[in-house]
């Protein structure tokens, strides 16, 4: 079993919902980023989405974008992200850790090294954003070759023929994008979320998380109440750029975004009510 | 086994039904987008095949745009620089000044057919962006161009005349805020707006269907030469000659030849300050293939995957991919890809206005200029089409800087 099935199986007995939180490798700066990992595991994360900055994050709105400028500064290449998640394993060896990023990156690696490196670093999981089920197939086979899961975005546009060809080629958990838009954009609608999500159940076999929209307490119960994971990203990005020029007390501070999220989504009466 | 001629026949018939042209092109997008490419791909696969859409964009090509352009004989030009006989396909005379509006044409016609009532379009110097305001206007639908910070700052005559059109004209600050990153910003509208908006791509880049459906699109540049040069010099070219930025000219131009062995075909990039330099504008010649803007293709990229900023005095070249076809055509060897130097390419703009009265865009000045060395190189009875891609008065305020002329 996969540490991201072992964790979806483990919560599932708990009755709890998955809480991901998204950070953008190097950003502000490389010193900040494992630090800040281990701190939000301590605020209540069950998984981790690290972001691998790219030049060109076409899917991203205004929030992740200069995210990704701010560690682009530094240089932070993908040997740079996998050198930061082999130093958060020497002490985190539970914790499920998603790369998330763009394509090219990758292509310019190669497949197969990348795949090497990544199971050697204790990547669990890796989603490609600007790659559909279409062209997945090598990248697929190279990632399953080395226990790590090929993470598939569904989108309120993906018919149920495209969730079962992402459920047959897809593992860990299946990641719903809550809206037509960027990430960070304010267009959040839990019942359309919750009405695609009953859709989407009745073809994979996968937990589905939900990102995008996900900006505050209320909301990640909300969604919480609905989907199996809610990942976080913008709304904690925002807060680490606040105090980018601070660095230091980002993994103190930045974790109480999730923290305050873990709270209300772990309140039986909210969680109930939405 | 595979005879010549099959091999000939495959290469008109690329891409294949997902969009791949070898290994290259594809839909490398959010999953978002992929319905929404798929609706596209089958409304165009219906229109292209329809005679009422045809005959609407016929008569519109020719009552609008001004077509059939000229093929001209550039007689003085040709004997000055002494070998082949040179001749200019004129789309520098197309309605809104450059071969740009054969697509807009087109793709705002086919959004008007599948129902959307708004435009929206990428543009680096601004062609592309007036020749879609342009279509918008006479169409009577909302319009919104992104262009970069960087470049609106240095096209702001062609910020004026979007606006005049009635285009909303977005300033893009993300990144190198260049085409790229308008490009980016365009995609995030469309992911946001993809019910109700059609995204009208420039070039013969992006996630299928769009290299082949632009292509198709542009291709009348080369029938129409096809049937002027058999009909003025009474054979088939030797040689084409078309600036490659993201390659639709060019393409538009060699297609309708591909199958045709006899024909020599070369791509000009954006040499900038020389290969040797690293400033330029050259995937095919000195980048490499990676996943950008939702295909894959050649690209300006760092041993990170990051994508590098491009340097080109032409804004129309000063993009870091290529439309996949040419990477295709590239690595197969059909066509060769050359680059000049934003120097040669200015020469070239010199000599043409003064021998032939013609000023050429700076970006087909990079064809003219590959002409100039080719020309010498060949016999009087042979024949070069160069494609004259745009004209150049957009872009005298550059070369009056570059000499230090205030205009």
């Given at each position: 079993m996969s540490r991201i099935e072992a964790r979806f199986a483990g919560l599932r007995g708990a009755g709890r919902t998955a809480l991901i939180p998204y950070v953008t490798a190097g950003d502000p700066e490389p010193s900040v980023t494992v630090p800040l990992l281990h701190a939000l595991v301590e605020a209540g994360a069950d998984l981790l989405e690290i972001g691998v900055p790219f030049s060109d994050p076409m899917a991203d709105g205004p929030v992740i974008q200069a995210a990704c400028e701010r560690a682009l500064k530094h240089h932070v290449s993908l040997h740079g992200v996998l050198d930061m998640v082999r130093e958060f394993r020497r002490r985190d060896a539970d914790t499920p850790i998603v790369?998330?990023?763009?394509?090219?990156?990758?292509?310019?690696?190669?497949?197969?090294?990348?795949?090497?490196?990544?199971?050697?670093?204790?990547?669990?999981?890796?989603?490609?954003?600007?790659?559909?089920?279409?062209?997945?197939?090598?990248?697929?086979?190279?990632?399953?070759?080395?226990?790590?899961?090929?993470?598939?975005?569904?989108?309120?546009?993906?018919?149920?023929?495209?969730?079962?060809?992402?459920?047959?080629?897809?593992?860990?958990?299946?990641?719903?994008?809550?809206?037509?838009?960027?990430?960070?954009?304010?267009?959040?609608?839990?019942?359309?979320?919750?009405?695609?999500?009953?859709?989407?159940?009745?073809?994979?076999?996968?937990?589905?998380?939900?990102?995008?929209?996900?900006?505050?307490?209320?909301?990640?119960?909300?969604?919480?109440?609905?989907?199996?994971?809610?990942?976080?990203?913008?709304?904690?990005?925002?807060?680490?750029?606040?105090?980018?020029?601070?660095?230091?007390?980002?993994?103190?501070?930045?974790?109480?975004?999730?923290?305050?999220?873990r709270a209300a989504m772990d309140e039986p009466f909210s969680a109930a009510s939405a | 086994m595979a005879t010549q001629a099959d091999e000939l026949e495959a290469l008109m018939a690329q891409p294949d039904a997902r969009g791949h042209f070898g290994p290259y092109g594809g839909r490398f997008v959010a999953e978002t987008l992929m319905g929404p490419l798929e609706e596209l791909r089958q409304a165009w696969e219906q229109f292209r095949a329809d005679p009422e859409f045809l005959a609407e964009l016929d008569e519109d090509l020719a009552r609008f745009v001004g077509r059939p352009s000229p093929l001209y004989p550039a007689r003085r030009w040709s004997d000055k620089l002494g070998g082949a006989r040179v001749w200019l396909k004129r789309e520098d005379l197309n309605h809104t000044g450059a071969h740009k509006v054969n697509n807009t044409v087109g793709q705002a016609l086919l959004a008007r057919r599948m129902g959307k009532k708004r435009v929206i379009a990428e543009t680096g110097a601004g062609q592309h962006g007036v020749a879609t305001a342009t279509v918008a206007a006479r169409l009577g639908m909302e319009c919104v161009v992104y262009m970069g910070a960087e470049d609106i700052r240095r096209q702001a005559i062609n910020v004026y005349r979007m606006r005049l059109l009635g285009?909303?004209?977005?300033?893009?600050?993300s990144g190198s805020k260049t085409l790229k990153d308008a490009l980016n910003e365009a995609m995030r509208d469309w992911v946001t707006n993809v019910d109700d908006t059609f995204y009208i791509i420039g070039t013969v880049a992006g996630p299928h269907p769009y290299p082949a459906m632009v292509r198709d699109f542009q291709t009348v540049i080369g029938r129409e030469a096809r049937a002027q040069i058999l009909a003025q010099a009474g054979q088939r070219p030797d040689a084409l000659i078309a600036c490659v930025g993201g390659g639709s000219n060019a393409i538009g131009l060699f297609h309708p030849f591909?199958?045709?062995?006899?024909?020599?075909?070369?791509?000009?990039?954006?040499?900038?300050?020389?290969?040797?330099?690293g400033r330029h504008a050259a995937p095919l010649c000195a980048g490499s293939p990676g996943v950008l803007h939702g295909n894959r293709t050649y690209l300006m990229e760092d041993a990170d995957g990051q994508i590098i900023e491009t340097h080109s005095v032409s804004a129309g070249l000063d993009y870091p991919g290529v439309g996949p076809e040419h990477a295709w055509l590239k690595d197969i060897g059909r066509v060769q890809y050359v680059a000049v130097t934003d120097e040669q390419a200015l020469a070239a703009f010199h000599d043409l206005t003064r021998t032939e009265g013609i000023m050429p865009a700076l970006e087909s000045s990079h064809a003219l200029a590959y002409a100039m060395q080719l020309a010498p190189t060949m016999k009087a009875d042979q024949h070069i089409v160069v494609n004259l891609s745009g004209r150049g008065d957009k872009d005298i305020h550059t070369v009056a800087a570059l000499e230090g002329i205030k205009v």
């Amino acid at each position: 079993m996969s540490r991201i099935e072992a964790r979806f199986a483990g919560l599932r007995g708990a009755g709890r919902t998955a809480l991901i939180p998204y950070v953008t490798a190097g950003d502000p700066e490389p010193s900040v980023t494992v630090p800040l990992l281990h701190a939000l595991v301590e605020a209540g994360a069950d998984l981790l989405e690290i972001g691998v900055p790219f030049s060109d994050p076409m899917a991203d709105g205004p929030v992740i974008q200069a995210a990704c400028e701010r560690a682009l500064k530094h240089h932070v290449s993908l040997h740079g992200v996998l050198d930061m998640v082999r130093e958060f394993r020497r002490r985190d060896a539970d914790t499920p850790i998603v790369l998330m990023g763009y394509l090219n990156p990758v292509e310019v690696m190669g497949y197969e090294d990348f795949a090497v490196a990544a199971e050697e670093a204790g990547v669990d999981g890796v989603l490609t954003v600007d790659l559909p089920p279409e062209e997945a197939g090598e990248l697929v086979g190279a990632l399953k070759a080395h226990g790590i899961d090929p993470i598939f975005l569904a989108a309120p546009t993906s018919d149920a023929a495209r969730i079962e060809t992402m459920d047959a080629l897809g593992g860990g958990f299946l990641y719903y994008v809550s809206f037509k838009g960027v990430t960070g954009a304010n267009r959040l609608d839990v019942q359309a979320v919750a009405d695609k999500l009953a859709e989407i159940r009745g073809h994979t076999r996968l937990p589905v998380g939900v990102g995008f929209g996900i900006h505050d307490p209320e909301s990640a119960a909300r969604v919480a109440a609905v989907a199996d994971a809610v990942v976080v990203g913008s709304a904690l990005v925002k807060r680490i750029a606040e105090l980018a020029d601070a660095p230091q007390r980002i993994p103190a501070e930045a974790p109480a975004v999730i923290a305050a999220m873990r709270a209300a989504m772990d309140e039986p009466f909210s969680a109930a009510s939405a | 086994m595979a005879t010549q001629a099959d091999e000939l026949e495959a290469l008109m018939a690329q891409p294949d039904a997902r969009g791949h042209f070898g290994p290259y092109g594809g839909r490398f997008v959010a999953e978002t987008l992929m319905g929404p490419l798929e609706e596209l791909r089958q409304a165009w696969e219906q229109f292209r095949a329809d005679p009422e859409f045809l005959a609407e964009l016929d008569e519109d090509l020719a009552r609008f745009v001004g077509r059939p352009s000229p093929l001209y004989p550039a007689r003085r030009w040709s004997d000055k620089l002494g070998g082949a006989r040179v001749w200019l396909k004129r789309e520098d005379l197309n309605h809104t000044g450059a071969h740009k509006v054969n697509n807009t044409v087109g793709q705002a016609l086919l959004a008007r057919r599948m129902g959307k009532k708004r435009v929206i379009a990428e543009t680096g110097a601004g062609q592309h962006g007036v020749a879609t305001a342009t279509v918008a206007a006479r169409l009577g639908m909302e319009c919104v161009v992104y262009m970069g910070a960087e470049d609106i700052r240095r096209q702001a005559i062609n910020v004026y005349r979007m606006r005049l059109l009635g285009a909303e004209v977005v300033s893009v600050e993300s990144g190198s805020k260049t085409l790229k990153d308008a490009l980016n910003e365009a995609m995030r509208d469309w992911v946001t707006n993809v019910d109700d908006t059609f995204y009208i791509i420039g070039t013969v880049a992006g996630p299928h269907p769009y290299p082949a459906m632009v292509r198709d699109f542009q291709t009348v540049i080369g029938r129409e030469a096809r049937a002027q040069i058999l009909a003025q010099a009474g054979q088939r070219p030797d040689a084409l000659i078309a600036c490659v930025g993201g390659g639709s000219n060019a393409i538009g131009l060699f297609h309708p030849f591909l199958s045709d062995e006899a024909v020599a075909i070369y791509g000009v990039e954006g040499g900038g300050e020389g290969i040797e330099s690293g400033r330029h504008a050259a995937p095919l010649c000195a980048g490499s293939p990676g996943v950008l803007h939702g295909n894959r293709t050649y690209l300006m990229e760092d041993a990170d995957g990051q994508i590098i900023e491009t340097h080109s005095v032409s804004a129309g070249l000063d993009y870091p991919g290529v439309g996949p076809e040419h990477a295709w055509l590239k690595d197969i060897g059909r066509v060769q890809y050359v680059a000049v130097t934003d120097e040669q390419a200015l020469a070239a703009f010199h000599d043409l206005t003064r021998t032939e009265g013609i000023m050429p865009a700076l970006e087909s000045s990079h064809a003219l200029a590959y002409a100039m060395q080719l020309a010498p190189t060949m016999k009087a009875d042979q024949h070069i089409v160069v494609n004259l891609s745009g004209r150049g008065d957009k872009d005298i305020h550059t070369v009056a800087a570059l000499e230090g002329i205030k205009v």
